[in-house]
């Protein structure tokens, strides 16, 4: 029984680091999103950090209204492109370890 106790620990051990590295590396990543314009731009981390914001005189120039629902877009771009591709890393990391695949739209 201790072998079996002694395994665990250090399949716990592994799962631990390699999600630390993932989390690393999804923090160093960034995702792109734009509004549907492209006058906005916002610049997100894997972990769904805002970095930065660009906005274009174009934007600007729409009115404060309009350029509210760009931004929003824009945030909405980035927010979703971070959030697959953290989904994706996850699933890569579960296969690697050989646990089950979440359902699709999870």
Known sequence: MGNFMENIKKAQSMIQVEAAKVQEELANTDFEGYSSDETVRVIMTGNQEPKSVDITEAAYSQG??????????AMRDAHAK??????????KLASSLGLPQPP???
Do not use: D, I, P
Not at 66 to 71: D, K, T, W, Y
């Open 104 to 106: 699709a739209g999870m």
């Open 82 to 91: 971070s959030v697959a591709g953290m989904k994706e890393r996850m699933a």
């Open 64 to 73: 404060n209204e309009a350029l509210s629902r760009l931004v929003t877009e």
